[in-house]
């Protein structure tokens, strides 16, 4: 049997050098010798199910002692037969969305323009578009397009 997992650090930090627990982390899956994926919010391990499992005490460990204060894992079976399951939201990106939804007083799709550009602007404050996929994932959230959401980011750039 095939597993990932998907194992997010706290807490993050947006730009720069990721932190200390997350490159930890990263390192302990590396020398459990999984294929990883490493982002600044969450890195994505995968591998045969004993050498995955066997591992993740070493992962969770190394992010503590890194500095993390909290660790989120969720792990998926990747040789099911059939059509790979639709793509979620990664967790973290669904609570950076929850904290700017819980900031700005509404859910995003229900903010006017100026309070969706906001959004975008905190949302790449905090690392959100370092996400793989995220772009995708906000501009569903906001209701407009991916389009929208890079004008947004660029106004910001400018």
């Known amino acids: 049997?095939?597993?990932?997992?998907?194992f997010t650090s706290e807490p993050?930090?947006?730009?720069?050098?990721p932190p200390d627990h997350a490159v930890h982390a990263r390192d302990a899956a590396d020398a459990a010798g999984?294929?990883?994926?490493f982002g600044p919010l969450g890195t994505l391990a995968r591998g045969r199910a004993d050498d995955l499992l066997a591992a993740l005490p070493s992962i969770a460990r190394a992010a503590l002692e890194g500095g993390a204060t909290r660790v989120t894992l969720q792990l998926r079976r990747t040789d099911e037969p059939g059509p790979a399951p639709a793509?979620?939201?990664?967790?973290a990106l669904t609570r950076l969305i929850a904290d700017v939804e819980r900031e700005l007083g509404a859910k995003l799709v229900d903010l006017d323009r100026p309070g969706k550009q906001r959004a975008v602007r905190l949302l790449?404050?905090?690392g959100a578009f370092n996400l793989r996929?995220?772009?995708?994932?906000?501009?569903?959230e906001l209701g407009v397009t991916r389009f929208t959401v890079y004008n947004y980011l660029n106004r910001e750039a400018d």
Not at 12 to 17: D, L, M, N, P, T
Not at 34 to 37: A, E, G, K, R, V
Not at 87 to 91: G, I, P, R
């Open 1 to 6: 049997m095939e597993l990932e997992a998907e």
């Open 12 to 17: 993050f930090r947006g730009e720069g050098a």
């Open 34 to 37: 999984l294929d990883t994926d």
């Open 87 to 91: 793509v979620e939201l990664n967790s």
């Open 124 to 126: 790449r404050e905090r």
């Open 133 to 140: 996929k995220s772009v995708s994932a906000v501009a569903e």
